[in-house]
């Protein structure tokens, strides 16, 4: 299967404790998104990756959080200091700028996230 | 700010009947509008979106959507609902100049027999 991967699928941890996510892209694929998804809502945008470069990142997006994409493939999502308002499902999204498929984004299973 | 409103948490439409999902939006740019399904257990799929041009868009599965720009909706619609259909829908946009998708809150589609 060549779509989105992303490890680990669930992650419990304490609140205080940092976390890290994975996202594997589609291989061609240069831009990569994150969202943050809760029971009865939408996904919300968190930030996007253009190759390696962020280039748009949200106000969700708490100074404990950070995303990196080091060499324009995989991306990491860390969450420091976790709180319980960070329990959620993390989906990470990858498209092609141009071409046919232009503006699809094609989403991993995400990873869910379960601070106690 | 861009956004977008489902209005309807649910729509039960009987197996054969046509079925119509509410979108509307708003957005300061050109829109750019999504749909997206979310099967139990599964990852959200793409079904269609209108970036430019005629306002009816064919997607996946025999889905479609009208954009309406006077009425900023984009609703989608299917002919003839299967049993099959009945998912999670979310309608998205975002402004043309820009990567931020919003969506919104989830349409539940049960397609009864």
């Known amino acids: 299967d060549t779509g989105v991967s992303q490890n680990p699928r669930h992650k419990i941890t304490k609140r205080g404790q940092n976390v890290t996510f994975r996202c594997d892209p589609i291989?061609?694929?240069?831009?990569l998104y994150w969202y943050r998804q809760t029971l009865g809502q939408g996904p919300e945008f968190l930030t996007y990756?253009?190759?390696?470069?962020?280039?748009?990142k949200s106000r969700l997006l708490s100074d404990r959080f950070s995303a990196e994409r080091p060499k324009g493939s995989f991306s990491t999502l860390e969450i420091q200091r976790t709180e319980q308002g960070d329990s959620a499902m993390y989906l990470c999204?990858?498209?092609?700028?141009?071409?046919?498929?232009?503006?699809?984004?094609?989403f991993g299973p995400g990873t869910r996230l379960t601070v106690l | 700010a861009q956004s977008v409103a489902q209005p309807e948490d649910q729509v039960n439409v009987a197996e054969g009947n046509p079925l119509t999902v509410k979108c509307t939006y708003s957005?300061?740019?050109?829109?750019?509008l999504f749909w997206y399904v979310q099967y139990p257990n599964r990852g959200l799929q793409f079904l269609l979106k209108?970036?430019?041009?005629?306002?009816l868009v064919k997607g996946s599965y025999g889905f479609e959507a009208e954009f309406n720009k006077s009425q900023t909706s984009f609703h989608l619609k299917k002919p003839s609902a299967l049993v099959s259909d009945s998912a999670l829908y979310f309608c998205?946009?975002?402004?043309?100049?820009?990567?931020?998708?919003?969506f919104g809150i989830g349409t539940k589609l049960q397609v009864i027999p």
């Open positions: 998205a946009v975002r402004d043309g100049g820009y990567q931020k998708v919003t």
């Open positions: 957005v300061s740019g050109n829109p750019y």
């Open positions: 999204a990858s498209s092609l700028s141009g071409g046919r498929s232009h503006n699809e984004q094609f």
């Open positions: 291989s061609e694929h240069n831009r």
């Open positions: 990756f253009q190759n390696e470069a962020q280039l748009e």
């Open positions: 209108y970036i430019t041009g005629d306002n």
